[in-house]
């Protein structure tokens, strides 16, 4: 069941003042990124799943209000409002491994004020941190052309949940395994390893190393071939690999140094001993950029293994991301703060071919080649659809992604697609500019 002190302070203090003021009409908010990180051509949208299983068990009880009252340091029975509050609200989300653009928004909740309100912190904190993931590994794969990727980020993930979490999205992006044991086994994962140097080191050389593990480990196996020096762990790999028999499926990784030069002496001296079927695996310190170069550069490199750089999304490991109120019973509403300003109304995405998508309102009719990127996801309170299949999100990520120009698919200086706002929308932004200013500001002067 869902945590709801999981929340932003602030978020309980006007809670609670709605109830006060008896503000529980519906309200629609909007969750939108403001503007893509640098070197984003596109995002992916993720979180959606985690946001409706958080809503679906959301319940305020006994224990959560003594914990706000701690943190307001006031009496229990002053939150009292607040007990038993449940969401019963309806979630229009894009469904996870869509393309998504600046603006669009990835989910939009409609329900009475105090509950939309509440859940917030939580809603802002699981699409935010997971589209970044999700953007960041389809980019990896998109950057290895073919070849298989793997996630090695568990050591340096931001905690252990987090590393599934990264697991999931990866293989939602293409990902060929992970090497998190648990987060094989709970998502249906191949997982995938190697050796340490450290095992390498407890041998008297490498060979013996190599053959140790062999021998406990049958079928194809992978040697780390860098402890010492790179040419000679490769021999001794190939030294072994021969006489054993087991070439067929087996692999060395190269986990440091100049990859591009020494994955080219690594082949040819694995060709050269007889083995072209054995793989070689890079890793170290590898994110898209650099699987990007060493592809490009030819690198003969079989599959790579991303890690620290991407389990963070070091790059960009945050979202301008907004949850923003649009309508509250019945009104349209919009923020006007520079650089800030928000849209008003309930909204809907139409996809259109190349991902040329149109910002409109929920209610407009699509655009003849547009169809809407939202669907209802909750109803009430409770979900309206089964839980969404890794498979399926996998399959809308690749004929999104499929459709976008190549220049937003490139690595290095993508360009962004840009959507646009329908007609309807601009027509209400503007009515609904002019009557807030002309309410609220007009009695202060035209400097606000």
Not at 43 to 66: M, T, W, Y
Not at 245 to 260: K, P, T, V, Y
Not at 306 to 317: K, L, M, Y
Not at 415 to 424: D, K, L, Y
């Amino acid at each position: 069941m869902a945590d709801a002190t999981v929340t932003d302070l602030y978020e309980v203090t006007m809670a609670l003042s709605y109830l006060r003021e008896d503000m529980v009409r519906p309200a629609t908010f909007s969750c939108f990124v403001r503007r893509l990180p640098p070197e984003r051509g596109f995002l992916i949208a993720a979180g959606v799943e985690s946001v409706l299983d958080h809503l679906a068990g959301f319940r305020v009880r006994h224990d959560d209000i003594e914990v706000f009252a701690q943190a307001l340091q006031r009496p229990a029975r002053e939150l009292a409002p607040l007990a038993d509050l449940r969401f019963t609200g309806e979630v229009r989300a894009v469904p996870e491994g869509r393309v998504v653009l600046a603006n669009e928004p990835l989910l939009e909740i409609t329900a009475p004020l105090p509950e939309a309100q509440l859940v917030e912190t939580y809603v802002l904190n699981q699409l935010s941190h997971q589209t970044a993931l999700a953007s960041k590994a389809v980019r990896c794969v998109l950057a290895a052309q073919g070849r298989p990727v793997v996630d090695f980020s568990l050591r340096r993930t931001h905690g252990t949940e987090v590393a599934h979490t990264v697991a999931r999205l990866g293989a939602m992006a293409g990902f060929a395994g992970t090497s998190n044991v648990a987060a094989a086994h709970a998502e249906d994962l191949p997982a995938i390893g190697t050796m340490a140097h450290s095992y390498v080191e407890a041998f008297e050389d490498e060979e013996a190393a190599f053959t140790a593990f062999a021998l406990c480990h049958p079928g194809p196996v992978t040697f780390l071939v860098d402890t010492y020096d790179t040419a000679s762990g490769v021999a001794a790999a190939a030294r072994v690999l021969t006489a054993l028999g087991r070439g067929d499926g087996s692999a060395i990784r190269l986990d440091s140094g100049d990859l591009g030069r020494l994955s080219r002496r690594a082949r040819a001296m694995l060709d050269n001993a007889g083995l072209p079927q054995v793989r070689i695996v890079a890793s170290g310190g590898l994110d898209e950029y650099a699987v990007h170069d060493l592809v490009a550069s030819g690198a003969p490199i079989d599959v790579y293994a991303v890690g620290t750089r991407v389990g963070v999304s070091a790059d960009a490991p945050a979202l301008d991301s907004a949850y923003k109120l649009v309508a509250y019973d019945g009104r349209p509403v919009m923020k006007l703060s520079s650089a800030k300003a928000t849209a008003p109304g309930r909204k809907q995405v139409f996809r259109r071919p190349g991902c040329h998508d149109v910002i409109g309102l929920a209610d407009e009719p699509p655009p003849t080649d547009g169809v809407p990127l939202l669907e209802t996801m909750m109803r009430a309170g409770r979900r309206g659809t089964p839980r969404d299949r890794r498979a399926d999100a996998h399959r809308r990520l690749l004929a999104d992604v499929a459709e976008l120009p190549g220049t937003a698919r490139r690595i290095r200086s993508p360009e962004p697609v840009r959507a646009t706002v329908s007609h309807q929308l601009s027509v209400l932004s503007e009515r609904v500019q002019r009557r807030t200013e002309r309410e609220i500001l007009a009695p202060f002067g035209a400097d606000g």
